[in-house]
């Protein structure tokens, strides 16, 4: 079994965007498989090896392609989930391509075609396409723009959707092409391989890039791999503490706002406080008030009462009075007598 092994990001980018004549033809075939278009004409734009890991924020591999219309592809292999977005991280290498073409005084019609086509070796899509194509389109699966107009295009490749037990002569060139990535590094020793490479002309171009690359140069490749994604993980490390002290700070600002608001709510208390007491005062003088009050009714009451029951006394005597002299007297003289009207005597009688 040898090294050599497709899903590592360098020999990948070796195999497919080295310059010369057998890279570029192996380009030209993965890209027609997987793009599903003839393509006669690439060239790559970044052949160059990453060099410095250590002052990338994101090191990447890809290969960035440009066909003879001027298309754009933007080509990764992708072999492992990290903690960053994927989705989204490749949504803006997509945006970040289309928005770098040269458009000053031109027409955007005059717009090329972008394309970033991904290789995963993580699942993320929820179904069962090993290939699938994103653009923009609506709920309903409306396009915004013509389907022959749309050009800004996410192709993605989940490499761990293949079933690997399936028979050779059922897979069709993409299945076969995924299998060799994913087993090339056991070269004859897989069946399916030997006869890949014995029967089907891509296969073979493929088999002679990965041949080309020796055992110093797959362990210097294994070394920059190894650099790579070590500082891969430092730059995630760095993010994290960051996103932690970020978090911690925001923490902090919020404790500050729920302690003001704690003193605010407690000062609010207080004065709330301060006013019921005040509100209970006022409203124990208006009870005594009342209850003054109700006793000044009362006592005028029985005032009132009184004074009733001495009229009605009074009244009874005039009357019994009244009743003795009108036996010996007339009226006229028991008004002058009682210095009272007539009228007033004659209710008496």
């Known amino acids: 079994m040898r090294s050599a092994n497709l899903l590592n990001d360098f020999a990948f980018k070796y195999v497919f965007g080295e ?3 057998e890279a570029n033809d192996a380009l030209k075939s993965l890209l027609t498989v997987f793009l599903e278009r003839k393509v ?10 990453v060099k410095d890991y250590s002052k990338m924020k994101s090191p990447r591999l890809d290969l960035l ?5 001027r298309t754009t592809v933007d ?41 970033v086509l991904v290789f995963f070796n993580v699942n993320l899509i929820d179904n069962h396409r090993m290939c ?21 295009k996410l192709r993605t490749v989940e490499m761990a959707k293949l079933d690997v037990n399936k028979p050779l002569e059922e897979m069709n060139e993409q299945e076969k092409m995924i299998y060799y ?35 110093d140069g797959w362990k210097k490749i294994i070394e920059d791999f190894r650099k790579l994604h070590e500082n891969e993980e430092r730059m995630e490390r ?11 700070e925001e923490a902090r600002k919020v404790l500050q706002e729920a302690n003001k608001l704690k003193q605010e709510a407690s000062k609010l208390k207080q004065e709330v406080n301060k006013l019921k007491q005040e509100a209970d005062k006022k409203v124990e003088e208006a009870d005594k008030k009342v209850e003054r009050a109700n006793k000044q009714v009362e ?7 009184l004074e009733t029951k001495r009229a009605d006394v009074a009244e009874k005597q005039i009357q019994d009075m009244i009743l003795r002299l009108s036996s010996t007297m007339d009226v006229k003289a028991m008004a002058i007598l009682l210095n009272m009207s007539v009228d007033e005597i004659k209710k008496y009688i």
């Open 19 to 21: 310059d010369c004549k």
């Open 40 to 49: 006669n004409y690439v060239v790559v734009k970044n052949s160059e090896m």
């Open 65 to 69: 392609v440009e066909f003879d219309d």
């Open 75 to 115: 080509l990764e292999m992708q072999l492992r989930q990290t903690k960053d977005n994927l989705p989204i991280r490749f949504s803006y290498y997509l945006a970040r391509l289309h928005g770098s073409q040269e458009l000053e005084g031109k027409y955007y019609g005059e717009l090329k075609e972008t394309i």
């Open 132 to 152: 699938n194509t994103f653009t923009l389109k609506n709920e309903d699966g409306l396009s915004f723009v013509k389907e022959t107009e749309d050009r800004m």
């Open 181 to 215: 990535f994913l087993n090339c590094h056991k070269g004859i020793e897989d069946s399916k391989i030997k006869v890949m490479i014995e029967s089907d002309g891509v296969i073979q171009m493929l088999e002679k890039r990965v041949e080309t690359i020796s055992d």
């Open 238 to 248: 760095q993010l994290e503490l960051e996103e932690a002290q970020k978090a911690k």
């Open 299 to 305: 006592d005028a009451t029985k005032q009132t009462e």
